[in-house]
Nanobody, 122 residues
Framework: QAQLVESGGGLVQAGGSLRLSCAASGRMFSGYAMGWFRQAPGKEREFVAA????????YYTDSVKGRFTISRDNAKNTVNLQMNSLKPEDTAVYYCNGADTDWGFKPLFGSWGQGTQVTVSS
């Protein structure tokens, strides 16, 4: 089982930027598509972005297109999410996981990390 650690969250004003990072141990995820997911208060966890194992293809939910950029460094076993032009609606706990790009970006790993809190104020 992969051990996932998310970091980089914080409090930011609307229009600001944050860069999230995900590091894994116990498993190299270079062979997997990876994704970011988020869970806002009162809502279910939702898919945000994914990147193929090679980094050649990226996918985004409509609400973040043009604002968020996902990237990965397989040598360092990390996945990042650059978030620009943040909106209050982006407020959520953000998690990383493997993402099945063939089956609706479902998470691939059996456990989740603690996530990192992103709070966007107006």
């Amino acid at each position: 089982q992969a051990q996932l650690v998310e970091s980089g969250g914080g409090l930011v004003q609307a229009g600001g930027s944050l860069r999230l990072s995900c590091a894994a141990s116990g498993r190299m995820f270079s062979g997997y598509a990876m994704g970011w997911f988020r869970q806002a208060p009162g809502k279910e966890r939702e898919f945000v972005a994914a990147i193929s194992w090679s980094g050649g293809s990226t996918y985004y939910t409509d609400s973040v297109k043009g604002r968020f950029t996902i990237s990965r460094d397989n040598a360092k076993n990390t996945v990042n999410l650059q978030m620009n032009s943040l909106k209050p609606e982006d407020t959520a706990v953000y998690y990383c996981n493997g993402a099945d790009t063939d089956w609706g970006f479902k998470p691939l790993f059996g456990s989740w990390g603690q996530g990192t809190q992103v709070t966007v104020s107006s």
